[in-house]
């Protein structure tokens, strides 16, 4: 009988709790919850394209709550699983729960919502983005920011080693020639990296699809890393590691002190070249590198080298007022309500038209005109609803393979198939 | 009309329970309730959205056999982690608390000294041992001095759980402060009476100390085990959400399957084995204390 009651108190739990989202009163007020995960200007920039909404309709208030970023999934989880759903959430392209939670019933369907408000998102955004969240043909958010992984260069390093500087299109092969010759050894020690490269998803992702290679397949029922693309993808990466020393290792990461990552060591100056998000920009000019971006080196044979790492903005099943959560959302995303992303240097805009301004922001001496030139190389990779489990997986089982003491064959044969565990539902 | 009085046993009996009722309360709602709850949900494929539905034995079927669980992998990392840890820890901090019992100068300054590292939280912990333990940190400049080339302690799967187990001894100082506590209640006469007998350091220490020690020895061995199973923190920080396969332990792939993968179900019925792992350990290791803890009590 206790047995019962407990089932009965754990089933009733399970559901979606008791208020649900959004608050009103009678008098037509209505409230709603904006969660996102990020800085102190994110959240004041998500705020102010908030209230561009809510000047226009005073009976509508939004509040922006700021999780923490290194526990946003697991937060974002609790808050709807205990009842306290916000109406608004962010969602990420990337290693994100967006995918699970629309799957699992927790996030609106937006697809019907857009058609009735006679948005065409392929026209609003870069096609590249818009598909980042579409779960089986369906959209569940609208891209709010644009991020996308690009390739930082040093532009100092490369004239004092009298080398060209990098454009649209370059190769592989051009990469890691100009890397080798970026590479600075004194005393038997490394004083300038050519580039530095580590185990982070997207820019893996990045690499493996210009090589074109896939993580899964189409049908999202199956992990391809033991196929010869990729495996060819991985060892090129990888070489740059412990076959030509231009990049750090795990070992030398480690020596630089806990948590310091390529972003470091590039606004350091120890390193010519690194993929990363345009969330560096800020951050190298206040540094004063003299740098540029660019998109990243091409492989052989891939299309697409440029993964999309931005977010977008999805409404929760839960809210009571779907409706004017969507229309905040459709506010927020115009091009008049992404432009405060651009006056705010927080990130780039996903809306096309204030690509522009955005360009115009970036410090002295970096241009956008590269980067223009390959928007066609943005992408994003359709990923399972067991996104974040099947990644982590794959990082796992290829940790040895980054850290040089296993072949990639072994480690990619393993990856698959727990990989593919995960995906038929295994644990 | 007379009102019937209680009794002065009841009064007395319904006192105590008033008292004890806030802790009666704690241990049912935050630990007697969740103990079932998490063994019901270990039936089910609960993922905190959808109606858990049950399934059976299924997820301890996959716990246990699953082809791609990580189970047994954070069972030997555990195993290994804890069980060099303990012991290292009771013969450490036994032989510090036996230096700190002697008639030293600044006696009180060293019991300090060993006994704050303890007392600083793990988060700064962690980043003092990832510096100390670089390739090039300090601790492996020092063994080059001896010829020695030490490895990537926290980077390489095949040492990160040694660089976490040398972390661990660091933090001995509770276990130092309760051998000293004990060490001090040994009568001298004991200790006087044998060296009239003619007996040396080391049979006094035998004889004497290590038997009147055996019941701190019993304490400081479960409480050290149990500590030692449920390491989390510094895996977890160490290792980027506990992705390097050398230091995958128990907790942190529970936590995982919980809060990272919304498994609740599977991740009950990680709990639960771990549960049952522990409680067995533990009665094995109190079965064994009837042999070698003494209870000076019981002998009077």
């Not at chain 1, 009988?1 to 208020?19: D, F």
């Not at chain 1, 309709?57 to 290194?70: D, I, R």
């Not at chain 2, 006094?204 to 199973?229: C, K, Q």
Request: charged share 10%.
């Amino acid at each position: 009988m206790l047995a019962g009651a407990v089932a009965a108190i754990c089933l009733s739990a399970a559901g979606c709790g008791s208020s649900g989202s959004g608050s009103g009163s009678g008098s037509g007020k209505i409230h709603l919850t904006l969660v996102m995960a990020g800085s102190t200007i994110d959240q004041q920039t998500y705020q102010e394209r908030a209230d561009l909404y809510t000047k226009a309709h005073p009976n509508v208030t939004v509040t922006v709550k700021n999780l923490p970023v290194a526990n946003s999934n697991q937060e974002l989880s609790t808050m709807i699983a205990g009842g306290d759903s916000p109406d608004i959430v962010e969602v990420g392209a990337v290693d994100s729960i967006g995918e699970s939670l629309f799957a699992k019933g927790q996030l609106l369907n937006l697809t019907s919502y857009i058609k009735s408000a006679g948005m065409d998102l392929s026209k609003t955004f870069n096609p590249g983005l818009v598909s980042g969240y579409a779960y089986k043909g369906q959209q569940y958010a609208i891209p709010d920011r644009g991020g996308y992984i690009i390739f930082y260069y040093n532009k100092t390093m490369f004239q004092k080693a009298g080398l060209p500087l990098p454009t649209d299109g370059w190769t592989w092969s051009q990469y890691v020639s100009d890397a080798q010759k970026l590479t600075i050894v004194q005393g038997g020690k490394t004083v300038q990296w050519g580039t530095a490269i580590d185990n982070w998803e997207p820019a893996v992702d990045s690499v493996t699809h210009s090589f074109g290679a896939t993580l899964v397949n189409s049908a999202l029922t199956s992990a391809t890393l033991d196929t010869p693309q990729y495996e060819n993808a991985l060892t090129q990466y990888n070489d740059l590691v412990w076959k030509y020393h231009v990049s750090p290792s795990p070992q030398d990461y480690a020596n630089y002190g806990q948590n310091v990552n390529r972003d470091a060591l590039f606004a350091e100056g120890k390193t010519a070249m690194i993929w990363a998000g345009p969330w560096d920009i800020p951050t190298d000019a206040q540094d004063h590198i003299n740098f540029g971006i660019v998109d990243p080196p091409t492989g052989i044979g891939g299309d697409g080298n440029m993964m999309a790492a931005g977010t977008g903005l999805a409404v929760s099943a839960q809210s009571h007022y779907p409706q004017t959560a969507f229309d905040v959302i459709q506010a927020m995303t115009s091009p008049t309500g992404e432009m405060k992303i651009v006056q705010n240097h927080e990130d780039i805009p996903a809306a096309v038209a204030d690509i522009p301004a955005w360009a115009k922001t970036l410090p002295a001496g970096v241009s956008y005109s590269q980067l223009e030139a390959a928007s066609n190389m943005i992408f994003t990779p359709e990923f399972p609803v067991q996104q974040v489990q099947m990644l982590t997986v794959i990082q796992t089982d290829l940790t040895n393979f980054f850290d040089g003491t296993q072949a990639v064959g072994p480690a990619a044969e393993k990856a698959t198939t727990d990989a593919d565990q995960v995906l038929s539902g295994g644990s | 009309m007379t009102r019937r009085r209680l009794s002065a046993s009841r009064r007395e009996a319904l006192a105590f329970y008033a008292f004890v009722s806030p802790w009666i309360v704690g241990i049912i709602v935050f630990l007697a309730v969740p103990l079932v709850v998490t063994l019901l949900l270990s039936f089910t494929n609960w993922d905190l959205f959808q109606s858990p539905q049950w399934i059976g034995l299924r997820n301890y079927s996959e716990l246990l056999f699953g082809k791609s669980s990580d189970f047994w992998l954070a069972l030997r990392n555990t195993a290994y982690y804890a069980f060099i840890l303990v012991p290292l820890n009771l013969v450490l901090s036994l032989g510090i608390a036996m230096l700190l019992n002697q008639p030293i100068i600044l006696r009180r300054w060293f019991r300090t000294a060993f006994y704050l590292p303890s007392t600083i939280p793990i988060i700064a912990v962690v980043m003092l041992w990832s510096w100390l333990l670089a390739p090039d940190g300090i601790i492996n400049e020092v063994l080059s001095w001896f010829g020695i080339h030490g490895p990537a302690w926290l980077v390489d799967p095949g040492s990160v759980k040694n660089g976490l187990i040398i972390m661990g001894v660091w933090g001995l100082g509770g276990g130092v402060v309760l051998f000293l506590a004990g060490l001090q209640n040994i009568p001298r006469f004991l200790y006087e009476a044998m060296m009239i007998d003619g007996a040396g350091p080391f049979r006094r220490f035998f004889s004497i100390t290590l038997p009147l020690l055996s019941p701190i020895i019993l304490f400081n061995l479960i409480s050290g085990i149990i500590s030692a199973t449920q390491v989390f923190t510094q895996v977890y920080v160490i290792s980027e959400n506990a992705q390097n396969p050398g230091d995958l332990m128990l907790v942190p792939y529970l936590y995982n399957s919980a809060f990272q993968y919304q498994q609740m179900g599977f991740a009950s019925a990680i709990a639960w084995v771990f549960f049952m792992m522990v409680i067995a350990l533990t009665l094995i290791i109190l079965r064994s204390a009837r042999r070698w803890v003494y209870y000076e009590s019981k002998a009077r």
